[in-house]
């Protein structure tokens, strides 16, 4: 007579049926969640480069700030006669080139302001005259090249130019 | 072997869960720290206004009421400052001003002492709502009857 100790082996049907479902759900999860972080990621770096073309506005703001007076002014360009270290005269021109920023050194073309992954996409000069001097107030329209959503972002400054105040 | 599974599938998707927290709390404060550049700009051109204002005439700084919120507004070439309120974008500016009191003996600005008519404190303020909340940044200083 032989002993009947069969023990089961396997998983019943309900059994897989669970787990495959379970498995199912947390992949769906996993997938959703690499989704999430890889849209946020490319937010945050175009966040980034947006908060750095900030510096674009911090240097224009520097220049006049320092100038004596408008050289030159029109909707998206701008003169500036300022003077260097040794107190020699000399101006600062920005001029928007396209969708670049670029910086002019007594007429010399020195660079771009803004970074290849920022596009400047509006910027504008306008003079305002006082009783005591002159300021200029400014927009400046940027873009990141990055985004597909192509968002634009506004600063806005107004300087005072300081130079023979 | 069920609760071992369960442990270890619980374990993954807390993580799952909380790196997805994380990385979206990375562009709400990413986004808060541009909106606060912007707010940067905003609050010195606030400044600038009013420095506009002083050097057309000091009347028109010392004309104002205290304590009061004046909104700046860009009208014909100029800056002014409106009690009518207005907003940049998200964002909403105000300008606000105290009378100064300088020390009797000294002449330092304090807070006894008489009032300083020729000196005022501007409080520039710029606030934004972000994730529910409203943000604020303010600058203040103090601004003097220089030219006349």
Redesign the interface.
Known sequence: MTKNNKTKHGYVLLELLFYISFFTILSLLAIDAIITMARSFRETSIQAELARSGTIMERIGREIRASYDVGAISGNDLTLNTRNDTGANKTVKFSLSGSDLELLENGVLTGNLNTPNIDVTALSFTQITTAKGKAIKILLTVKSVNDTLVRTQDFYDTVVLRGDY | MVIE?LIA?SI??VS??V??TV??K??YV??Q??HA??A???L??GA??V??QR???WTNISGLTADTDYYPT?SA???TLSPTANM??IFTRTVSIANVNRDNTTKDISTTGANDPGTKLITVTVSWPEGGTTITKTLQFYISDI?S
């Open positions: 599974v599938v993954i998707a799952i869960l790196a997805m990385s979206q990375s562009v990413s986004r720290a541009f550049t912007q940067a700009f905003l010195e051109e600038e206004a420095r506009i050097d057309n005439a860009f070439n100029t800056w940049v974008g030219f």
